[in-house]
Each structure stands twice: as C-alpha cells, then as structure tokens.
C-alpha cells in the first residue's frame, strides 16, 4: 500500500500550489484546512477533512492515520509547535515550508529525541530558500574539511509575497534569529549585520545585509564550520532597509496579528508570481583560504516552493525510511537527482 499524505493548509496560498502540483503529478493526498465551507469549495471532487491545527486532541485523532505530512500551515511560529510535536510523537514522516529560524532551532533542540524514539521523520523548510540553499552547499562542501565561512545571498526581483509570509515576517522579530560566528550560534537582529561583498555573477550587487534564513542552522548542523550566515544583496548600502530592534511585549504580539487580520492585504497574482526572479549563491571558504561557490538562478518562488515539496513526497514515498530525527533537507534528499531536478526549475553556475 502506497504512503497515506495529508496536506496541511491546503486552502492557503502555497498550500493550494502544493496541493495542485500533487494531483498533476498523480500523487494521492488527502487535503486538509481549518474552513470547512473553503475547502469543500476548494475540493469539491477530492478527498478532504476539516482539522484545527491548534486543537491538538483533533488534530493528534485525524494525523494518525496517515505515514507523510505535509505543513503548510504558517506562520509556524504561530502554528508550527503542536504539528511538529505530534508529528514526532504519531511516528511521521513531516515535511514544511517553514522559514522561521526559532521554530527551526526548536525542532532540533525540543522534537528531535521525541521522533528518533518514535520512528519520525522530521525535515523543515522544503522551500526554495533554506532546501535549495542546504542542497547547494552540499554540492561544494564537505563533512571531513574545516570551513571558516558559509553563507548564503539572495537577490529578488519583482518581489511579491503572500498574507502568509508577510505576517510571517511581521511576527519573526518578536523572536531570537541566529547568525554563527565563531562556531557558536549567536542572536542577531535582521538587518543589523552588514558587509561589503562581491559575488561572482552578481557584480552590481556589492552591499550585503544580514537576513535569519533556517539554512544557518543546517550549516551548523552538517560541517565542520567558524561563521555562517544568510543575507540579501543589495547594491550599495542606501538600499539597505533600516534594522529593527527586537519586541518583546505578549501584547505587542497580539496586537500586531489583529492589525495584520483588520488590514486589506492580498495575494500576489499568478502574473505577479510568475514575474518574480531571484539568485541565490552559496559561497564557502575553507580555514586553508579555499573559496567555492554556486549559483541558482530562477522565478516564480511559490510555485518553485510547490515544486520542491512534490518532490520531496515522492522521494519519501520511494523511499525506506532509515534515518529518524530532526534532519536537514540535504540529510534526507542530496544526491536524489537533485541535479537535473533544478536544472528543469532555473540554472546553476559553478565559481
């Protein structure tokens, strides 16, 4: 019998991606969502069920009955905690498309022992930032050499983003984000680490900002390394957005959810999405003075996310289960075709 799959947040914006992506890829899933009366319009012809992620009774009754989850359910620093948690503890294979660095480090530090005694299998942000940045570095990188540096760059044209990343974003200083610097994770603020910086490829874009992207907390994980970052790429430093200091207040928290749910905000088009682009470098230094780096160009990022995550399903479907735990995408997916898998979505470019 094929793995039973259950698409959590299947009515919002990228979770309808995901689930559209499935279906043309022939893969059976069971669609799930909070509205009843959305999904039902939704899916009016496909097998669906009706779960509140934050009744963790209903939510623990209907998830196990299924072998692969996958969340899309954000932000996840909202919505995430009581998922992974019972995840890990139904003995499942979770998949998301998280990109919370605190809901990340949380996985690994408080779920990780939780799925290895259960059998689970747990692999966050199946997205085209943190998967495709962990896999890229995979590609230059080794486990048994000393590195001194690893970073990721991101550069966005026509950028547009979803309700679901807006508050996500909105709702991320209320948290620690992590840089690595000297081998040690080290609690940053967006925004507040810049740096000069030339990218092979990218020769207009000189200035770097520091943003918390969960690939971080993969490089740690994975090598043998001093400092590690993500950042945006700008091209002087009075394109640089302005670093904002991290809230605190319970209150301020609440209050910014209710204004963000009182606001008139809106999705991007499909013509919007599709008129995104990005690059995405990764550039390693070994502590001997060795540089690597390799860039991906491409667009459309939701539907490059939806991508991603049909993939990883059906690597998972194909797949014995061998490894249990909180895993790193390049842990669970490298060497699975990876290259010819993007080389369809974008291009890539060795330095």
Same mark, same amino acid.
């Given at each position: 019998?094929?793995? +039973?799959?259950?698409?959590?947040?299947?009515?919002?914006?990228?979770?309808?991606?995901?689930?559209?992506?499935?279906?043309?890829?022939?893969?059976?899933?069971?669609?799930?969502?909070?509205?009843?009366?959305?999904?039902?319009? =939704?899916?009016?012809?496909?097998?669906?069920?009706? /779960?509140?992620?934050?009744?963790?009774?209903?939510?623990?009754?209907? /998830?196990?009955?299924?072998?692969?989850?996958?969340?899309?359910?954000?932000?996840?620093?909202?919505?995430?905690?009581?998922?992974?948690?019972? &995840?890990? !503890?139904?003995?499942?294979?979770?998949? *998301?498309?998280?990109? %919370?660095?605190?809901?990340?480090?949380?996985?690994?530090?408080?779920?990780?022992?939780?799925?290895?005694?259960?059998? &689970? =299998? /747990?692999?966050?942000?199946?997205?085209? $930032?943190?998967?495709?940045?962990? =896999?890229?570095?995979? %590609?230059?990188?080794? @486990?048994?050499?000393?590195? $001194?540096?690893?970073?990721?760059?991101?550069?966005?044209?026509?950028?547009?983003?979803?309700?679901?990343?807006?508050?996500?974003?909105?709702? &991320?200083?209320?948290?620690?984000?992590?840089?690595?610097?000297?081998?040690?994770? !080290?609690?940053? &603020?967006?925004?507040?680490?810049?740096?000069?910086?030339?990218?092979?490829?990218?020769?207009?874009?000189?200035?770097?900002?520091?943003?918390?992207?969960?690939?971080?907390?993969?490089?740690?994980? %994975?090598?043998?390394?001093?400092?590690?970052?993500?950042?945006?790429?700008? @091209?002087?430093? +009075?394109?640089?957005?302005?670093?904002? *200091?991290?809230?605190?207040?319970?209150?301020?928290?609440?209050?910014?959810?209710? +204004?963000?749910?009182?606001?008139?905000?809106?999705?991007?088009? %499909?013509?919007?999405?599709?008129?995104?682009?990005?690059?995405?470098?990764?550039?390693?230094?070994?502590?001997?003075?060795?540089?690597?780096? /390799?860039?991906?160009?491409?667009?459309?990022?939701?539907?490059?996310?939806?991508?991603?995550?049909?993939?990883?399903?059906?690597?998972?479907?194909? #797949? #014995?289960?061998?490894?249990?735990?909180?895993?790193?995408?390049?842990?669970?997916?490298?060497?699975?075709?990876?290259?010819?898998? =993007?080389?369809?979505?974008?291009?890539? !470019?060795?330095?």
């Amino acid at each position: 019998m094929s793995p +039973r799959v259950l698409v959590l947040g299947a009515t919002g914006f990228t979770g309808k991606l995901i689930c559209r992506k499935l279906k043309a890829n022939n893969i059976d899933f069971i669609a799930a969502g909070r509205d009843e009366k959305k999904i039902n319009d =939704l899916y009016p012809d496909h097998e669906k069920v009706t /779960i509140e992620v934050m009744d963790e009774s209903l939510l623990d009754r209907h /998830i196990k009955n299924f072998d692969i989850l996958v969340n899309a359910v954000g932000p996840f620093n909202l919505y995430g905690y009581k998922v992974v948690q019972s &995840a890990g !503890e139904q003995g499942l294979a979770y998949l *998301d498309i998280s990109g %919370e660095q605190h809901f990340v480090k949380f996985c690994f530090d408080k779920v990780d022992r939780i799925a290895q005694e259960n059998h &689970a =299998l /747990i692999v966050n942000s199946c997205s085209f $930032e943190s998967l495709v940045a962990d =896999l890229m570095a995979n %590609e230059i990188c080794r @486990e048994d050499i000393d590195y $001194e540096n690893l970073s990721s760059f991101y550069h966005f044209l026509n950028p547009s983003s979803s309700m679901g990343t807006k508050l996500s974003m909105k709702l &991320a200083r209320y948290f620690p984000t992590y840089l690595l610097r000297d081998g040690k994770l !080290e609690v940053t &603020a967006p925004m507040s680490q810049q740096q000069e910086i030339e990218i092979e490829g990218l020769k207009d874009l000189n200035y770097a900002s520091f943003v918390p992207f969960p690939e971080v907390l993969f490089f740690h994980k %994975e090598y043998k390394l001093m400092n590690a970052a993500s950042y945006y790429l700008f @091209e002087d430093s +009075r394109s640089t957005p302005v670093s904002f *200091d991290r809230k605190r207040s319970k209150t301020d928290f609440n209050k910014t959810i209710e +204004r963000f749910k009182r606001g008139k905000r809106s999705d991007p088009t %499909e013509n919007e999405r599709k008129n995104q682009q990005f690059s995405l470098a990764v550039v390693s230094k070994t502590s001997s003075g060795e540089k690597n780096q /390799i860039l991906f160009r491409g667009n459309d990022m939701y539907n490059l996310t939806a991508e991603i995550m049909t993939w990883c399903v059906k690597v998972l479907i194909e #797949k #014995k289960l061998e490894n249990f735990g909180v895993q790193t995408p390049a842990q669970v997916f490298a060497n699975k075709d990876l290259s010819s898998f =993007l080389f369809q979505l974008g291009s890539i !470019e060795r330095f």
